[in-house]
C-alpha cells in the first residue's frame, strides 16, 4: 500500500464503473462538480425529510472497518446507515483475527463471504481503501472514511455542504485552512471539493515544516504568517495538529503553535466580520482554536457534525439503493 498522497488519478477512475456509476468512493480528486453538486443536494434532501428515515437500504449490510481512532466519523456512518433500513456492523479491530496475524484482505474476503455490501474504510496507510477496491471478490462498495494524509472524502463532501447552506455562492469566497496541512486528509478533499464548486480563493496556512510540497496545491495561495492569510476570509478551517503522523522532533510547544497559528477571537477580527468557523474535530481548545471562537456565534462545528450524517446518508444511497440515480456522465 502506498503512503503518499497523490496517486489519486487511479483511484478518481477505479471508483466510477463502466456505466458511469459511482462504484467506490475513495476520493474527491477528479470527482466532476455536477456528481459532486447531486451528492450535496441529495445530502439536502435527507437533511429536509427531518427525521431522515427510510427502508432504502433495508437488507443491506454495512461494515465499519475502521482501524484508527474516530468519533463523528464512525458513529455517523452508523446512524446513516441505520438511518436507511441496513443493517450495521461495527467491526472490532481489537478483538478480531487482525490481532492472531490475519491480514487486512483476509478480513475483508471473511466478511464478503457473509455477503455484506459495503466497506467503511478507516486506516493509517494511504490507499488502503483503494487497494481493498482492486480485491473485493463481491460488488461490495468501499466507501472511504480516512486513509493516512491522503483523502477523507465524506468530510470534504460535509465540509462543502455546511459552507453551501450559509454561502451558496462559492466564486467570491476566500477560504483559509490553517493548521497541520502536511498531515491531514480533510485539508486534501477540502481543496478538492471548493476547488470543484468553483471557490474564489484559497489560502493554505501553516509553518514550512506543517505545509506539504510546494507542487500539490498549485492552485492554493500558501501563508506562513496567520494574521495575514486570515485578512479579510470569509471563512476559516482549522485543522488539529496529528502528532500521530509526525516525528517526536517535529512537535512544536502547544503555547508556541497557539501564538503562531491559533484561532483567537483577537485573529478572527482580522478576517470580515461574517467569518465563518469551520474545524472537522476533534479540537484541541487552546491550541489550534481558542475555546470562545469554537463555542462563539461564527462557529459552524457543531453543524458541520449535524452535515455529517446527511452527506453519509447521500453516498450510501448513492452506492448501494438499488434505483440509484441515473449515472451521470463526468
Ligand atoms: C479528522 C480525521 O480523522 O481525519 N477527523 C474527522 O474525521 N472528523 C481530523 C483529525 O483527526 O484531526
Known sequence: MHNDAKSTSHDAIAQIDSDGRLRHLLTLDGLPPNRITALLDRAEAFRSTSAGVSKLLAGRTVVNLFFEPSTRTRTSFDLAAQRLGAL?????????????????????????????????????ESGT????????????????????????????????????????????????????????????????ALHALGAGEIRLCASAELLPDADEFPRCRIFHNFDEAIAGADVAIMLRLQKERMQAAAIPSESDYFTRYGLSAARLQRARTDCLVMHPGPINRGVEIAADVADGPQSLILEQVTNGVFVRMAVLAELLAADSTTPLRA
Open 129 to 192: 481503501p483503494a487497494t481493498i477496491s482492486r480485491h473485493l471478490h463481491s460488488h461490495a462498495a468501499v466507501l472511504n472514511a480516512g486513509d493516512g494524509n491522503h483523502a477523507h472524502p465524506t468530510q470534504g463532501l460535509l465540509d462543502a455542504l455546511t459552507l453551501r447552506r450559509h454561502r451558496p455562492d462559492f466564486s467570491t469566497l476566500r477560504v483559509v485552512i490553517c493548521g497541520d496541512i502536511r498531515h491531514s486528509r480533510v485539508a486534501r478533499s477540502d481543496v478538492h
Open 88 to 124: 450495521v456492523i461495527n467491526f472490532d479491530v481489537a478483538s478480531s483475527s487482525t490481532s492472531k496475524g490475519e491480514t487486512l484482505l483476509d478480513t475483508v474476503h471473511t466478511l464478503e463471504a457473509m455477503h455484506c455490501d459495503a466497506f467503511v474504510v478507516r486506516h493509517k
